[in-house]
T-cell receptor
Framework: GENVEQHPSTLSVQEGDSAVIKCTYS??????FPWYKQELGKRPQLIID?????GEKKDQRIAVTLNKTAKHFSLHITETQPEDSAVYFC???????????FGAGTTVTVRA | NAGVTQTPKFQVLKTGQSMTLQCAQD?????MSWYRQDPGMGLRLIHY???????DQGEVPNGYNVSRSTTEDFPLRLLSAAPSQTSVYFC????????????FGPGTRLTVT
């Protein structure tokens, strides 16, 4: 099955700086790559996703890039704010099965 | 719409007890799934369902059963609770399997002593 690895496990940034989280996946057939944000004590919520026919997608201060050849994708958060402090999960799924595989998560702390 | 709801929010069980975690959605989603979340391990898929009457195993199915008799409900049963099942459990649903946004419930925090 799919194996998703996520780095780093923790990330501390100064407010206003950028944050980058990287994920790799193992199944070359995977074609859907969402990112979820989970605030403390809350449920995970989708913040952005990308499909394999697209190399980059942006939504205001967040962007995701995908490199199918290298089988990795990344989340970029620019101009970080205190409300960006949360755990971020990457995930991948293949059309060959009905499973969404998650990375282990990155705890992002934005220092004021 | 209430979205995805889960009950209970908290539960403490003794080893060997059984219980059912309830999950319901009112969005007419075909796909429903159960995850467990443990520190440093992300969200691991327990069981999933692609429609009423159809269920299948995920990554960590041992010790859990599911059924899907209606589109709306997807209960998770712990057959004989063990301390290793102490975790936070999330139910999720989506319009189609996986390649669409997963909507998560608020979670159930389970402690097995």
């Amino acid at each position: 099955g799919e194996n998703v690895e996520q780095h780093p496990s923790t990330l501390s940034v100064q407010e206003g700086d950028s944050a980058v989280i990287k994920c790799t996946y193992s199944d070359s057939a995977s074609n859907y790559f969402p990112w979820y944000k989970q605030e403390l004590g809350k449920r995970p919520q989708l913040i952005i996703d990308i499909r394999s026919n697209v190399g980059e997608k942006k939504d205001q201060r967040i962007a995701v890039t995908l490199n199918k050849t290298a089988k990795h994708f990344s989340l970029h958060i620019t101009e970080t704010q205190p409300e960006d402090s949360a755990v971020y999960f990457c995930a991948a799924s293949s059309p060959n099965d009905y499973k969404l595989s998650f990375g282990a998560g990155t705890t992002v702390t934005v220092r004021a | 719409n209430a979205g995805v709801t889960q009950t209970p929010k908290f539960q403490v069980l003794k080893t060997g007890q059984s219980m059912t975690l309830q999950c319901a959605q009112d969005m007419n989603h075909e796909y429903m799934s159960w995850y467990r979340q443990d520190p440093g391990m992300g969200l691991r898929l327990i069981h999933y369902s692609v429609g009423a009457g159809i269920t299948d195993q995920g990554e960590v199915p041992n010790g859990y059963n599911v059924s899907r008799s209606t589109t709306e409900d997807f209960p998770l049963r712990l057959l004989s609770a063990a301390p290793s099942q102490t975790s936070v459990y999330f139910c999720a649903s989506s319009y189609r399997p996986t390649s669409y946004e997963q909507y998560f419930g608020p979670g159930t925090r389970l402690t097995v002593t």
